[in-house]
């Protein structure tokens, strides 16, 4: 959907773990961005016309037979490219440098001097020595003919090079991690003053041109929405509602198991939108399938048959659509894997279409999009920021943070107790540098004294954390203050919660939700 008609740079995919993040920091700039696998026929990326190039990093070594390589011919073509990591060390051995084993590996934050000269170094903010984010047990030695060191550390002598007549840049250190300082700017001084890109890139321009091409596509015909409130399908109903308004029908299933009001904001939300809006209050449903359900995984099948079930029933009621639309967004895309590159994790909304529902196409009108740009484009839709900056949710939703049965006692005293929580980390001004956080009810009773009377209640946990990827997370730091305030509203504001606990463990070993 909405094929790019902007200034576009291509990713291309070493096996590098930042690959997304990469893309995320050039769009950040302004431009438009893609990540392609290394593999990618010369011949296909030169007709997608790129105004640049980006090597990721990758876990390989390029002197190894195996390795990952590129057709060398991509280096005399003209387009700037700026290696990264495995791609600057790719680059140096393709054109003759030495790429040859650490005798000091460089891991983690690392001093490193800059030559101010460089097109990549040159901003009045960044200074000549500052730190930088390395990992790499292989080195250049010696760079190829041609080019010029422009940054070392004590280490590492080639820490940066540049051929500037071949438009031709490299860094062994990855700018595109927050450890690195002024690494956003490294990469803005690439796209701007080496690739020459303007920056027209924005959520602005990307609405109008998907409302126009959706239009189109969909012309008389009928689109319909499975709408879990979640950020991406809100996202994805309030752009359809301003293309298509009444030819939109938006099935939103309750399952029971929203945080507090969170069922009611939703609808709120759709309130004044020009669609068909269906609310189906299928708690009590699930509830009974539900029934005597402990383990975690039978909680997430049953919920999700029955998510299916439910939709199913009231779709079939519309008889035949046109256009089934889905809240798919780019990293859901990357994560599924193309061609040689890893899954990392299967998306049900990824390349597989539900049998359940009489349709002839399907849209996608976020595929393009990373979340903090899917928000963006709410908050340009005119969406309320408390739906756009939705915490991450699960589809099982609180059944999931319920440990052991659902019963309608323990979904209560959740919901009061995650609403606590929730306004606390707001009014502490937390809420944005938090990824994640929520609460979970224990199935553990403990005894304790409120009233000089004996309790003998549940123990709740809370969860906290910050992460780049998701795919690993290190706890919050939330101040003891806040979690004492937190604390103490909770045990005396919820029934049945005598004890409080923070959970300080990591992803991994731990995963972000208990369930």
């Not at 920091?25 to 290394?38: H, I, N």
């Not at 606390?424 to 224990?442: C, M, N, P, W």
């Amino acid at each position: 959907m909405v094929p790019v008609k902007h200034e576009l740079v291509l990713v291309l995919d070493f096996g590098g773990q930042y690959n997304q993040l990469i893309a995320r920091r050039v769009r950040e700039c302004g431009v438009y961005c893609e990540v392609k696998p290394y593999t990618t026929p010369l011949a296909d990326i030169r007709a997608m016309n790129p105004i640049g190039i980006i090597f990721t990093g990758g876990p390989n070594s390029v002197y190894d037979p195996k390795s990952p390589q590129v057709d060398p011919a991509i280096f005399t073509w003209g387009v700037p490219i700026l290696g990264i990591c495995y791609g600057c060390q790719l680059m140096a051995y393709t054109l003759g440098g030495t790429v040859t084993t650490c005798t000091t590996s460089e891991y983690g934050k690392t001093e490193t001097i800059y030559d101010k000269s460089s097109a990549l170094f040159g901003s009045e903010e960044l200074p000549e020595q500052a730190i930088s984010w390395m990992s790499h047990t292989d080195y250049i030695s010696e760079a190829p003919e041609g080019f010029t060191v422009t940054a070392h550390t004590e280490n590492c002598p080639v820490a940066a090079m540049e051929n500037p007549e071949k438009k031709l840049y490299a860094v062994q250190f990855h700018p595109e991690v927050n450890h690195t300082q002024y690494g956003l700017t490294m990469l803005d001084s690439f796209l701007k003053n080496v690739c020459g890109c303007t920056g027209d890139w924005t959520m602005g321009n990307y609405a109008k041109t998907a409302i126009a091409q959706i239009r189109e596509k969909v012309g008389d015909g009928r689109v319909l929405l499975a709408l879990s409130g979640g950020v991406d399908s809100s996202v994805c109903a309030a752009l359809l509602s301003r293309a298509v308004g009444k030819k939109l029908t938006c099935i939103f299933v309750d399952h029971g198991f929203l945080r507090k009001n969170e069922g009611d904001e939703v609808e709120a939300a759709f309130a004044d939108k020009d669609i068909n809006f269906i609310r189906v209050n299928a708690k009590a449903a699930f509830m009974e399938k539900l029934n005597g359900v402990s383990d975690p995984e039978t909680k997430r099948k049953t919920i999700g048959e029955e998510f299916i079930r439910a939709f199913e029933r009231e779709s079939k009621k519309l008889g035949t659509v046109d256009f089934l639309a889905q809240g798919t967004i780019y990293p859901d895309v990357i994560e599924s894997g193309s061609g040689d590159a890893a899954v990392i994790k299967s998306h049900h909304n990824v390349g597989g279409l539900p049998d359940y529902v009489d349709f002839k196409e399907i849209i996608e009108p976020l595929r393009l999009l990373f979340k903090d740009e899917v928000r963006q484009l709410g908050i340009e839709l005119g969406l309320p920021e408390n739906l756009v900056w939705r915490q991450p949710f699960p589809g099982p939703g609180l059944a999931i943070r319920i440990i052991g049965e659902i019963t309608d006692e323990k979904l209560s005293i959740l919901q009061d107790a995650d609403w606590i929580f929730r306004e606390e980390i707001a009014k502490a001004g937390l809420d944005r540098s938090i990824h994640q956080y929520f609460a979970v009810l224990t199935n553990m009773r403990s005894v304790g004294v409120m009233g000089d009377g004996r309790t003998y209640d549940y123990t709740l946990a809370l969860r906290g954390v910050t992460t780049t990827d998701f795919m690993t997370a290190d706890f919050a730091r939330i101040p003891y203050e806040v979690l004492e305030v937190i604390s103490a509203r909770i045990v005396n504001e919820v029934k049945n919660i005598n004890r409080v606990v923070y959970d300080i463990t990591t992803k991994p070993p731990a995963t972000i939700e208990w369930e």
